[in-house]
T-cell receptor
Framework: GAVVSQHPSWVICKSGTSVKIECRSL??????MFWYRQFPKQSLMLMAT?????????EQGVEKDKFLINHASLTLSTLTVTSAHPEDSSFYIC????????????????FGPGTRLTVT | QQQVKQSPQSLIVQKGGISIINCAYE??????FPWYQQFPGKGPALLIA?????SEKKEGRFTISFNKSAKQFSLHIMDSQPGDSATYFC???????????FGGGTRLMVKP
C-alpha cells in the first residue's frame, strides 16, 4: 500500500510558539492532501484541503491565519500551528490522495501516522 | 450537523464471534463509503470500501453490506480476533479521494 509519513510524530511546545508539521507521500504524487484534527476518543474532523500550487481551502470554523498550510510540492504539505495555545493540543493527521492510482486504487486517500501536539 | 452516524460507540465481542458496526448517512450525493481501522496513537488505515452500485463487498474476514434505499451501510468482521481490537470509523464522500465525512467511531474490544 501507499506510504504517507508525518514529521514529527510528537512534539511538545510552549504556549505562544509555532510548530510545523510535515506530511509526505513517499511513493506517489499527491496533488491534494487533507489535514484532520482528532481529539481523544473522538472522530477525525477535517481542517483543510491542501492543493499543490494553490491556496488551501479551510473548513468552517478553522482559522486560516492560525493554521498555515503550504503544499509546496507534489509530495509535501506542511501545517504550521502559529502562536499555539493549550487548546490546540491534539492529534493532527494528514492524508494524501493518490491521483494516478499508482497504488492500484485511483484517487484513494492514504493517511499518515499522525502527529501528537502538546502545548504547555 | 453530523452527516454520518455510527453505532454502537463501543462493542465487546468474544474471540471467534462476529463484530457488526452500522452507519447511516444523510447526504444522497455520497457515493463512496470506506471503513478505516485505527489503533491508539496511529493514523487510520483503509480496511475496505464500497460504492452504491453493489450491495455487498467482501475482503477476507471483512464484509461491507450496503443498503442504498435505507442510506445505511455496515461492517461485519467475521471470526473476530483480539488483534482486531481497535477503533473503527466509517466514512463517506462524493467520489473516492474527495473530502471524507467520518462517523463517530466504534471502539471494538475482542476478548480472548
Amino acid at each position: 500500500g501507499a506510504v504517507v509519513s508525518q514529521h514529527p510524530s510528537w512534539v511538545i511546545c510552549k504556549s505562544g510558539t509555532s510548530v510545523k508539521i510535515e506530511c509526505r507521500s513517499l511513493d506517489f504524487q499527491a496533488t491534494t492532501m487533507f489535514w484532520y484534527r482528532q481529539f481523544p476518543k473522538q472522530s477525525l474532523m477535517l481542517m483543510a484541503t491542501s492543493n499543490e500550487g494553490s491556496k488551501a481551502t479551510y473548513e468552517q470554523g478553522v482559522e486560516k491565519d492560525k493554521f498555515l498550510i503550504n503544499h509546496a510540492s507534489l509530495t509535501l504539505s506542511t501545517l504550521t500551528v502559529t502562536s499555539a495555545h493549550p487548546e490546540d493540543s491534539s492529534f493532527y493527521i494528514c492524508s494524501a490522495r493518490d491521483l494516478q492510482g499508482r497504488t492500484g486504487v485511483p484517487y484513494e486517500q492514504y493517511f499518515g501516522p499522525g502527529t501528537r501536539l502538546t502545548v504547555t | 450537523q453530523q452527516q454520518v452516524k455510527q453505532s454502537p460507540q463501543s462493542l465487546i465481542v468474544q474471540k471467534g464471534g462476529i463484530s457488526i458496526i452500522n452507519c447511516a448517512y444523510e447526504n444522497t450525493a455520497f457515493d463512496y463509503f470506506p471503513w478505516y481501522q485505527q489503533f491508539p496513537g496511529k493514523g487510520p488505515a483503509l480496511l475496505i470500501a464500497i460504492r452504491p452500485d453493489v450491495s455487498e463487498k467482501k475482503e477476507g474476514r471483512f464484509t461491507i453490506s450496503f443498503n442504498k434505499s435505507a442510506k445505511q451501510f455496515s461492517l461485519h468482521i467475521m471470526d473476530s480476533q483480539p488483534g482486531d481490537s481497535a477503533t473503527y470509523f466509517c466514512a463517506a464522500s462524493r467520489g473516492a479521494g474527495n473530502m471524507l465525512t467520518f462517523g463517530g467511531g466504534t471502539r471494538l474490544m475482542v476478548k480472548p
